[in-house]
């Protein structure tokens, strides 16, 4: 199984960027898995956020998000990237990352990914 590590969460105010970053500790390498973002706010389930093909051409977003997050991954060095332009109270939550050597392109359904990394919280604060 892979072994993702999350960085790059912290506080942040309304308008904000900040960038998360995951590495690969051990397993595929990234240029073999559809990759995603998901994320779990206090009290509620963890949910899709952004998600990209194996190949790194397609990309996916949940509509919350759309058109302020960017995923990007670098296959020669193993890091996925999550850009979060335009931050809201409501981006608040422990971002995860997840690989899935398996598919060309990533579920939305967190039950799909076997590997979860501990997360990073992002507080967005108005």
């Known amino acids: 199984q892979e072994r993702l590590v999350e960085s790059g969460g912290g506080l942040a105010h309304t308008g904000d960027s900040l960038r998360l970053s995951c590495v690969l500790d051990?397993?595929?390498?990234?240029?073999?898995?559809?990759m995603a973002w998901f994320r779990q706010a206090p009290g509620k389930e963890r949910e899709f956020v952004a998600g990209?093909?194996?190949?790194?051409?397609?990309?996916w977003y949940s509509n919350p998000v759309k058109g302020r997050f960017a995923i990007s991954k670098d296959s020669a060095k193993n890091t996925l990237d999550l850009q979060m332009n335009n931050l809201k109270p409501e981006d608040t939550a422990v971002y995860y990352c997840?690989?899935?050597?398996?598919?060309?392109?990533?579920?939305?359904?967190?039950?799909?990914?076997?590997?979860w990394g501990q997360g990073t919280q992002v507080t967005v604060s108005s």
């Open positions: 990209i093909s194996r190949s790194g051409v397609t990309t």
């Open positions: 997840v690989a899935d050597p398996k598919r060309q392109t990533p579920s939305y359904d967190e039950s799909d990914y076997d590997s």
């Open positions: 051990d397993g595929p390498a990234f240029s073999l898995s559809a």
